[in-house]
Antibody, heavy 121, light 108 residues
């Protein structure tokens, strides 16, 4: 059974940094593309970032480009999101999401339960 | 940027009734449209991918149709566990996967 468990969320001041982690089990995460998707009551669901399972290529939403970095450690079956220069607009529940295939089909077939990030002074 | 507009915002129905949810794209997304179900306190769950294909383990009462800009999710006979929020999502504008704003199916 696929399991995705996020951690690392919390309260951070504007301009601060946070690193989210996602522990994957039940599948070989290096065979699949992985994503971060966030959700807020106001903006709804928003795709944030993708890392390819095929070649490790990374992609970002315009709203986070240059501030967030997605990475993975296949030896630990883990996914990460380094978030810098945080603003209040980044306050959201962040989900770790498994893709259907290695290249990144954007078919989001398994989701973690999410970790809450609150940016506030 | 593709915008997905879901209607209605809220659908009030009774168990056993048929639910018809709409998702309209601001430009063609071919058949690259998915539907997700989200219950309170839970993550979204993939129901339908590529407009009309049920994901693994999804009951046959859920069906999807459409192509281009107009899509429909139909729940043929609502079960108590089907009352939830439903989102559509396109993957035509790769790598971005834009979501609609959701339709809440509530008990009448």
């Amino acid at each position: 059974e696929v399991q995705l468990v996020e951690s690392g969320g919390g309260v951070v001041q504007p301009g601060g940094s946070l690193r989210l982690s996602c522990a994957a089990s039940g599948f070989n995460s290096d065979d699949y593309a992985m994503h971060w998707v966030r959700q807020t009551p106001g903006k709804g669901l928003e795709w944030v970032s993708l890392i390819s399972g095929d070649d490790g290529s990374t992609y970002y939403a315009d709203s986070v480009k240059g501030r967030f970095t997605i990475s993975r450690d296949n030896s630990k079956n883990s996914l990460y999101l380094q978030m810098n220069s945080l603003t209040t607009e980044d306050t959201a529940l962040y989900y770790c999401v498994k893709d259907y295939d290695g290249g990144g089909s954007l078919r989001f077939d398994s989701w973690g339960q999410g970790t809450l990030v609150t940016v506030s002074s | 940027e593709i915008v997905l507009t879901q209607s209605p915002a809220t659908l009030s129905l009774s168990p056993g009734e048929r639910a018809t949810l709409s998702c309209r794209a601001s430009q063609s997304v071919s058949s690259y449209l998915a539907w997700y179900q989200q219950k309170p306190g839970q993550a979204p769950r993939l129901l339908i991918y590529d407009a009309s294909n049920r994901a693994t383990g999804i009951p046959a009462r859920f069906s999807g149709s459409g192509s281009g800009t107009d899509f429909t999710l139909t729940i043929s006979s609502l079960e108590p566990e089907d009352f939830a929020v439903y989102y559509c999502q396109e993957r035509n504008s790769w790598p971005r996967g834009t979501f609609g704003q959701g339709t809440k199916v509530e008990v009448k």
